[in-house]
């Protein structure tokens, strides 16, 4: 496809469990990024790529929360744990470069409810 | 104090009135400044982009930035049911990854 795609597009999981959410960002996008946006918030930064590694993971909220990404393509953000203050909509997004500009589009997000 | 501030609303207007919308800030160190507009059950897309202070227009699209009051606003012209939606200001200090972001205000337009 053209766009960021993400997968699950819902994801209800019972607290204690672990959860996987998967970006294929578009195709040539160096740059990934990932942010949480909870009911009523606006988007919090949790992390970015470039390539294949994250220089910066400071938005990560605990050592719960994981991502990794390979073949400077799929990116996957693992939670584990789930706790209810997890629920929210994680959105990726990428760009050509690092650069939350004119050139970086977002996926439609996963809804992640912990139950 | 949140580092940006943005009104949630709701805000309902009748067709073709001018919505205007606005963020307050506290970082001074903000340069660049967006705003996104979120359909239900999608990701945010770009509408506006704008550096430093001034005025930027795109078709019924008006963003304007006051970096001495740490305001800025976006204001839609000839208002649509199309243009229902939630609308997020964006900042950030230099042109990269790390975006502040208000908490969005919902619109919408009454056909």
Same mark, same amino acid.
């Given at each position: 496809? #053209? @766009?960021?795609?993400?997968?699950?597009?819902?994801?209800?999981?019972?607290?204690?469990?672990?959860?996987?959410?998967?970006?294929?960002?578009?195709? @040539?996008?160096?740059? %990934?990024?990932?942010?949480?946006?909870?009911?009523?918030?606006? %988007?919090?930064? %949790?992390?970015?790529?470039?390539?294949?590694?994250?220089?910066?993971?400071?938005? *990560?909220?605990?050592?719960?929360?994981?991502? &990794?990404?390979? @073949? &400077?393509?799929?990116?996957? *953000?693992?939670?584990?744990?789930?706790?209810?203050?997890?629920?929210?909509?994680? *959105?990726? #997004?990428?760009?050509?470069?690092?650069?939350?500009?004119?050139? #970086?589009?977002?996926?439609? @997000?996963?809804?992640?409810?912990?139950? | 104090?949140?580092?940006? $501030?943005?009104?949630?609303?709701?805000?309902?207007?009748? $067709?073709?009135?001018?919505?205007?919308?606005?963020?307050?800030?506290?970082?001074?160190?903000?340069?660049?400044?967006?705003?996104?507009?979120?359909?239900?059950?999608?990701?945010?897309?770009?509408?506006?982009?704008?550096?430093?202070?001034?005025?930027? $227009?795109?078709?019924?699209?008006? !963003?304007?930035?006051?970096?001495?009051?740490?305001?800025?606003?976006?204001?839609?012209?000839?208002?649509?049911?199309?243009?229902? !939606?939630?609308?997020?200001?964006?900042?950030?200090?230099?042109?990269?990854?790390?975006?502040?972001?208000?908490?969005?205000?919902?619109?919408?337009?009454? !056909?």
């Amino acid at each position: 496809g #053209a @766009g960021v795609s993400q997968s699950p597009s819902n994801k209800v999981t019972e607290k204690g469990k672990d959860v996987e959410l998967r970006c294929d960002p578009i195709s @040539g996008h160096t740059a %990934l990024y990932w942010y949480r946006q909870r009911l009523g918030q606006g %988007l919090e930064f %949790l992390i970015y790529f470039q390539g294949n590694s994250a220089p910066d993971k400071s938005g *990560l909220p605990s050592d719960r929360f994981s991502a &990794e990404r390979t @073949g &400077e393509s799929v990116s996957t *953000l693992t939670i584990q744990r789930t706790q209810q203050e997890d629920s929210a909509v994680y *959105l990726c #997004a990428s760009s050509p470069q690092t650069a939350m500009n004119t050139e #970086a589009f977002f996926g439609q @997000g996963t809804r992640l409810t912990v139950v | 104090q949140k580092e940006v $501030e943005q009104d949630p609303g709701p805000l309902s207007v009748p $067709e073709g009135a001018i919505v205007s919308l606005n963020c307050t800030y506290s970082n001074s160190a903000f340069q660049y400044f967006m705003w996104y507009r979120q359909y239900s059950r999608k990701g945010p897309e770009l509408l506006m982009y704008t550096y430093s202070s001034g005025n930027k $227009e795109d078709g019924r699209f008006t !963003a304007q930035v006051d970096k001495s009051s740490k305001y800025i606003s976006l204001f839609i012209r000839d208002s649509q049911p199309s243009d229902s !939606a939630t609308y997020l200001c964006a900042m950030s200090v230099y042109n990269d990854y790390k975006l502040s972001f208000g908490a969005g205000t919902t619109v919408t337009v009454r !056909a």
